[in-house]
């Protein structure tokens, strides 16, 4: 039997909810939500209103304390779409909590704009850094982007004109379905407005200017697209390396002696439930790598500083693991084979003759898939052009049983 009920509730307030959701709000006993939640369903509360407590997660233990009472939890538009919805659902059994959600924010902003939600990248940038959108930006996309307050409009517009977007409409959004619901469009690149609700989304139609920074979708991204020293996996092998990685949804890779950065961004370009920890004994080059997964859009990349294999322990046992830099150091890669999990998968580049010889004795005792991989691109001999080989690559692949 359902002890929680959640409501969702929009800006036209208790006018915009059907009976039961009414009935739920008067028969509860504690009613939980924000302040303009609270404020909205005012009229049918009977109970006790509780606001949220700063930290959130002690009103998360307050309505897990109250499961012996009737409790409703009031949320914006549909609780499960970014909302409160998906964080109860981590702590209470479906069966003991009801649900009446309402239209959400994306769903308003689709039908305002007539654009078919199934065909719209639909992000919440609320509490998160608005670099998230980067990876989107590709010409003729639609974005529906949920922002924290009053000046993310303007942040993103900033964003979209430095990458060179500044001529994609930003559309904002305001209050919807409420008595102060507003629409107005502008230019990224033009963008002045004022007086914006604090409550509000960013509809975008990108457009690309010449030379904008689009990321592909495919792995093997320009490598000027990173900051780097020189220490970077280079693109073509770049490629290579994550396609044996292989990502999978939701699964964490260990990027040992990141450099860079470029494998552990790019696996996690590779699907948003994709994690990545990379692992960097260089200061200088761990503070790079963080600046440039904010600039790919991959801000919550974790950068452990440190050396391997101390710096492994206490992480969270990965289901990948990728050794470029440092992988001849003492100890690295039987800490990096021991940490992996049962069937995860582990791929080490040699470009040292040391490693190497490390990987072919391995891939001689474990098996695995061995390659060799040789690039070569065209460059200037003088008044002619020849090919100016980079240096090859040994590629070990295993994966544990």
């Known amino acids: 039997m359902s002890w929680l009920t959640v409501v969702g509730i929009g800006e036209d307030g208790l006018g915009g909810i059907g009976a039961n959701a009414r009935a739920a709000i008067a028969e509860a006993e504690l009613v939980f939500g924000g302040t303009r939640h609270l404020d909205l369903a005012a009229a049918a509360i009977t109970g006790e209103p509780r606001p949220w407590r700063t930290p959130f997660s002690d009103s998360i233990d307050d309505i897990l304390a109250a499961r012996d009472r009737r409790v409703c939890v009031l949320g914006s538009g549909d609780p499960f779409y970014f909302g409160v919805g998906a964080t109860l659902a981590k702590h209470v059994d479906p069966a003991q909590m009801r649900v009446i959600p309402h239209s959400s924010s994306f769903s308003l902003a689709a039908a305002k704009l007539g654009w078919p939600l199934q065909d719209v990248v639909a992000l919440s940038l609320h509490g998160r850094p608005i670099e998230l959108i980067q990876p989107h930006l590709h010409p003729g996309a639609r974005i529906l982007a949920l922002t924290s307050d009053e000046h993310g409009p303007a942040a993103i517009a900033r964003l979209l004109t430095e990458a060179g977007f500044g001529i994609s409409i930003v559309s904002v959004l305001e209050a919807l379905g409420g008595s102060r619901e507003k629409l107005r469009n502008q230019l990224a690149m033009q963008f002045d407005l004022a007086d914006i609700d604090p409550l509000n989304l960013c509809a975008i139609s990108v457009v690309a200017l010449p030379g904008a920074r689009i990321l592909p979708l495919t792995p093997g991204l320009a490598d000027d697209l990173f900051e780097h020293d020189g220490q970077i996996t280079k693109r073509d092998i770049r490629a290579v390396t994550v396609a044996a990685l292989a990502p999978r949804r939701g699964e964490l890779l260990w990027d040992i002696g990141a450099g860079a950065g470029s494998i552990a961004i790019e696996w996690m370009l590779a699907d948003p439930s994709c994690r990545a920890i990379a692992i960097e004994s260089d200061p200088e080059r761990a503070a790079r790598i963080g600046r440039n997964a ?97 240096m090859p690559v040994t590629q070990w692949s295993w994966s544990k049983p």
């Open 294 to 390: 904010r600039s790919l859009g991959v801000s919550p990349l974790q950068v452990v500083r440190g050396t391997a294999p101390e710096a492994l322990a206490g992480l969270e046992p990965p289901h990948v693991i990728f050794i470029g830099g440092g992988g001849s150091d003492e100890g690295v890669l039987d800490a990096a084979m021991t940490a992996l999990r049962p069937g995860g998968r582990l791929v080490a580049n040699a470009v040292t003759l040391e490693l190497e010889a490390m990987l072919l004795a391995r891939h001689a005792e474990l098996g695995g898939r061995l390659t060799r991989i040789a690039v070569s691109h065209a460059d200037s001999i003088g008044s002619m052009t020849g090919w100016r080989p980079a």
